[in-house]
């Protein structure tokens, strides 16, 4: 590497494994990393709901990230040995709990809260050694597929600020795909994490249910939530995979295995022989001519690649998104009853009559949840109740088991499934905020791995008709990650040759920001 | 909800009345969540609208699938015994809406009579 590949610009678009090799050379400083995407973020990223710059984030921890950074940086001269990822830094989804960093979930009842705890995932980002950079915005308790729901005002889509980065990981998306943070944390309860990836042209993954603790996440459908990495490259995910990856004995739902060897897996570029099985009830009517024609345009490099192109059919996927919005608000309406303004966040006392306990929780949760936090939580009490609960939660339930057989049969004609992640490209801002049945929709994809606990991908397969990001999304069996990141690497190695470059080198230009201060957080 | 361009209610769902204002009004109540007369009437029409899209999963089941309640098969373990460090009271306090005397400050449980 010469000189010239250490400018700023060449360090917010060096990938986490360049930037990992050059740390671990002693060609740049991690202090010096930090600093060009705090630049960055500065430069682009403005503040949510000010109508400027794409408020992929809500906090920036500029100093903070600077002294982790140069606290590696003193290590690595003292010649102490480092992990792999030691300097690189990474951005964090506002719902995961960070000790002494605001953390919201992009709620207005959060405002002000610093956790007195971090997440198991954050202490073992802490561990490696990666500086985080800040905490990045999303729906309010990751409900929403747009980002629209934030209490703080939307993240924009750096392929055109006008659209939306998918959600509810639309900050964690945009931020990678921005050149702000080479690599950030989603979480995925229904494709949080795959389809802002889609939209905005970057690799998001969710791992197998229990592969990575769910400690110190805002729960909001525990059986269905699970963390997962997002980058702009498959081998970056899989290293923070490999990170945040493993058992963790305050997560009673974590698996016992051990993170498998991913990135070795994104390394092998090899996919001769493996069956790749095309979802049926997962393509044609539902989905755009764009997103349909990119699809099949990367089936067909991966069946010259050698790999054996197959269909399978999955019937009860058609279900599969009802279930999810009967179980994902049943299961939310009983976590977020922790809400109840006494031991955290907001506290509003009722407007008139007394104030007990009880009347303060009613009014806490009427001030400080948003229109959608509402629905769910109304939606699912629904579900829940005397009378209804066989005929809807009891019945998604069963509908669980449908999916799961399906998803059994399919793994034995097929070694990964394979569909677009996303019905369309990234739709416009304030296309779908008034009509919750049209944004649930685009789940359509995404919600089936949740119900089943299978893990999922979602990589770029190229440009639409209108210039915008296609996702291509893999789904292998429970436990199985590493196929993920075996036809992932492959794909986007055949890809970037075909292209002659990585997809987010044709990212148009954004817009410099006159106001660049991000020291005051809009969470505080 | 099959076909995702569309957002048509499934009509033959098995649903006997629809969600009104006064049904929003008892859940928000069951769920302690203040809403106004407008809150409730448009969430009356839009809950309405998703529980009969999602209302379809009762017709697709039989008696003989069992419920799966959680993705992956799950025993329960055990650890030792021991005591181990818990969170610092006073960062605890300090995020709390008020605390006093080392304790969290909440307002009054029981009613008065």
Known sequence: MGAASA????????????????????????EDVVRAHLDRIAAVDGAPGDGEGLAAFLHVSGEQALASARAVDARRAAGEPLHALAGVPVAVKDVVVTRGTPTTAGSRILQGWVPPYDATLVERLHAAGMPVLGKTN??????GSSTEHSAYGPTRNPWDTTRTPGGSGGGSAAAVAAFEAPLAVGTDTGGSIRQPAAVTGSVGVKPTYGGVSRYGLVAMASSLDQAGPCARTVLDAALLHEVMGGHDPRDATSLPD??????????TRDVRGMRVGVVRELTGEGFSAGVSASFRAALD?????????VEVSCPTFAHALDAYYLIMPSEASSNLARFD???????????EGPVTAERVMAATRGAGFGPEVKRRIILGTYALSAGYYDAYYGSAQKVRTLVQRDFAAAFEQ?????????????????SKLDDPLAMYAGDIATIPANLAGVPGMSLPSGLAEDGLPVGFQVLAPARADERLYRLGGALEALLDEQRGGALLDALPELPALATADRSEAVTA | MPDPTSTAPDVAAPRATALTAADVARLAALARIDLDAAEMERMAGELDAVVAAVASVSRVVGDDVPATSHPLPLTDVYREDVVEGGLDRDEVLAGAPAAQDGRFLVPQILEED
């Open chain 1, 414 to 430: 097929a070694d990964v499934l394979v569909s677009p992640t996303a019905p369309t490209t990234a739709f416009p801002l304030g």
């Open chain 1, 138 to 143: 999303m729906d309010e308790f990751a409900m």
């Open chain 1, 341 to 351: 303004g006494m031991r955290f966040g907001l506290r509003v006392e009722p407007a």
């Open chain 1, 7 to 30: 400018t700023p610009d060449a360090l917010v678009r060096a990938t986490a494994a360049d930037l990992a090799g050059r740390l671990a050379a002693g060609e740049v400083s991690s």
């Open chain 1, 301 to 309: 490099l991966l069946a010259d690649a050698g790999a054996e192109v």
């Open chain 1, 258 to 267: 051990p993170v498998g060897a991913l990135a070795d897996a994104a390394r």
